[in-house]
Nanobody
Framework: QVQLVESGGGLVQAGGSLRLSCAVS????????TGWYRQAPGKQRELVAG???????IYADSVKGRFTISKDNAKNTVYLQMNSLKPEDTAVYYC??????????WGQGTQVTVSS
C-alpha cells in the first residue's frame, strides 16, 4: 500500500524559510506525477508545485521565485523548499502522487503558519 508522509511544517515569521519533505513508501520514479498542494481555511485546495509526467516542474504564480520542488529518487522523497514566506502562504500542505491519471494518493498534510 502506498503511503505519503509529510514533515517539516511549523510556525515561521514572514520572510523566513521552511523545507517540507514527503516520504513515499513506493518508488517515486514509478509515479506519473508528484507534487505539493495546499489548502487554507475556507479555500479550495490548490496546486503549489509539481513534477509533470514529462519531468518538468510547474509552480503556482503566487510562489514562483520563492518555492522550489525537488526530489531524491534514492530516498523516495519529494521536497518543497519555501523561502520568503508570506502570511498568505499559511495553509495545510499536502503531498500528492499520481500512479496513473486516475489513481492518486495523498499525504495527511502538514500545517504551515506564517506570522506577520
Amino acid at each position: 500500500q502506498v503511503q505519503l508522509v509529510e514533515s517539516g511544517g511549523g510556525l515561521v515569521q514572514a520572510g523566513g524559510s521552511l523545507r517540507l519533505s514527503c516520504a513515499v513508501s513506493g518508488r517515486i520514479f514509478s509515479f506519473n506525477r508528484t507534487g505539493w498542494y495546499r489548502q487554507a481555511p475556507g479555500k479550495q485546495r490548490e496546486l503549489v508545485a509539481g513534477f509533470t509526467s514529462g519531468g518538468s516542474t510547474i509552480y503556482a504564480d503566487s510562489v514562483k521565485g520563492r518555492f522550489t520542488i525537488s526530489k531524491d529518487n534514492a530516498k523516495n522523497t519529494v521536497y518543497l523548499q519555501m523561502n520568503s514566506l508570506k502570511p498568505e502562504d499559511t495553509a495545510v500542505y499536502y503531498c500528492n502522487a499520481h500512479l496513473t491519471t486516475s489513481v492518486q494518493y495523498w499525504g495527511q498534510g502538514t500545517q504551515v503558519t506564517v506570522s506577520s
